[in-house]
């Protein structure tokens, strides 16, 4: 095979069967459409390509620089495009949470903006997420910027009716399959091959996969976040489910250890909630059915995410004082303080207050008196051991009191006496009216 340049590599990648010795399903025979080999190394490369081509030549006249808010797949592309092309990429992003992805950007040569999102809560009389208004200002023309846009952008979703939709057909003979499913993030992958596969069978099961709750699966989103994506419109899906962390990387292991497919944690996520939804219906059936789900990239790119969660895997030692090792009975039975009771209990105990959200929305505006530890390096931090005495109260605050509660949870089983969680975390501090301070 030749091409004349790289971006022509983009698309046409196999859909390769899984061997039911392994997925153990009797009716239905299961497909893998491998979008991680695509040239840069995942699903985002077709959309990315595909948002840019239009408008490279006026970028590439005007001197513009590509932008994105993003800190993954879509941003590793559009750096790779931005370079081959000559222009400078900007990633925007509310926090680089994968190393190795960050090291590859910068790698490529792009420059890093990492803005808090609304969640860190960066300044209570301003209701608008930073991200919301960079992507305000970007919306506007002359702005020295080609915004991709990939979470409003129609190109995004139409790259996957025009590609990847079609070779499913193609390799399935003209075919639709009975079941497609497709782990959710911007939803343009989803979206757009289940518009094309639901034209041709308009009884497919399409299922959209997110991330549990309080879970971080690198690329998706869990299903609040989902509704904030202008792209997602949740009459794509027949069912939304959500997968786990740890159901990801159960997947990725098979993936990757029985099926000779190199593919990372949402390949995995969409492999696992595949098997688990198709098993419901398998024994009813009594028609053979296919079913196809996307492996969206790569594993080599999440070393650091499976030794932080699951390090046996390698070689490692179990982590000590984990919160993913917390008994749900653990969290409910975690102290938490509303904000009255919060402000009367700073005032005569002087706990020690942990504000355990990035130093950015920290520098912008926090309780007084508090210190600040980013919950990463808390966690980190609690591996050695309690960081500090037992004789002193600790009040914990995070965004909205998702995470200081499981903090709380493991510091009480670390034997600390008196450690609490401020319920609605800052956000709620905040919309309560109690007071903030500024670096
Ligand atoms: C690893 C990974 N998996 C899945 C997805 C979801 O794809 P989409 O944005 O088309 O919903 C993404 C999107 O960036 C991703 O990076």
Not at 30 to 39: D, G, Q, S, T
Not at 86 to 104: A, C, Q, W, Y
Not at 181 to 194: D, E, L
Not at 381 to 406: D, I, M, N, T, Y
Request: aromatic share 6%; net charge negative; charged share 25%.
């Amino acid at each position: 095979m030749r091409y004349d340049s790289i971006t022509d590599v983009i698309g046409n990648t196999p859909l390769v069967r899984i061997s039911p010795a392994v997925h153990g399903l009797k009716n239905i025979d299961l497909y893998a459409k491998l979008e991680m080999l695509n040239p840069f190394g995942s699903v985002k490369d077709r959309a990315a390509w595909n948002m840019t081509r239009g408008g490279l030549a006026t970028a590439m006249e005007r001197g513009d620089s590509i932008v994105e808010l993003s800190s993954g797949n879509t941003a590793k592309a559009l750096a790779v495009i931005a370079g081959l092309h000559g222009l400078p990429f900007k990633s925007v992003t509310n926090r680089m949470k994968v190393p190795e992805i960050k090291d590859l950007l910068l790698l490529l040569g792009a420059e890093i903006e990492e803005l808090p999102g609304q969640t860190e809560c960066l300044d209570p009389t301003n209701t608008d997420d930073p991200l919301t208004r960079i992507h305000r200002v970007l919306s506007e023309s002359e702005t020295g910027y080609l915004h991709t846009d990939q979470y409003y952008s129609a190109l995004n979703t139409e790259a996957h009716i025009a590609g990847t939709g079609p070779e499913i057909l193609r390799d399935l003979d003209g075919h639709a399959p009975d079941y497609f499913i497709a782990c959710v993030g911007t939803a343009g992958s989803s979206t757009g091959v289940a518009t094309v596969l639901r034209g041709h069978n308009p009884a497919i099961d399409v299922v959209g996969l997110v991330a549990h709750k309080s879970d971080f699966i690198p690329g998706i989103r869990n299903i609040d976040e989902v509704h904030e994506v202008g792209l997602f419109d949740p009459a794509t899906y027949d069912t939304i489910e959500s997968v786990s962390a740890d159901e990801a990387i159960d997947g990725m292991l098979t993936l990757v250890r029985r099926c000779g497919m190199l593919a990372g944690p949402t390949g995995g996520g969409a492999y696992h909630g595949a098997v688990r939804h198709l098993r419901k219906v398998d024994a009813e059936l009594t028609e053979r059915r296919t079913a196809v789900f996307i492996v969206c990239d790569r594993v080599e790119s999440y070393m650091s995410y499976v030794r932080k969660r699951r390090p046996e895997l390698l070689n490692q030692p179990p982590r000590q004082n984990s919160v993913a090792g917390l008994a749900p009975a653990e969290l409910t039975a975690a102290t938490v303080i509303d904000v009255e009771s919060a402000q009367k209990w700073i005032a005569e105990d002087h706990p020690l207050v942990i504000d355990l959200r990035g130093p950015f929305a920290y520098a912008a505006l926090h309780i007084e008196g508090s210190i600040n530890i980013v919950d990463e390096l808390f966690d980190e931090l609690l591996h050695g051991g309690l960081p500090f005495g037992r004789s002193r109260p600790v009040l914990l605050a995070c965004p909205v009191g998702e995470k200081s509660v499981r903090y709380a949870a493991l510091l009480t089983r670390m034997g600390h006496p008196d450690v609490r969680s401020l319920s609605g975390g800052i956000i709620g501090w905040r919309d309560a009216g109690a007071p903030l301070v500024r670096d």
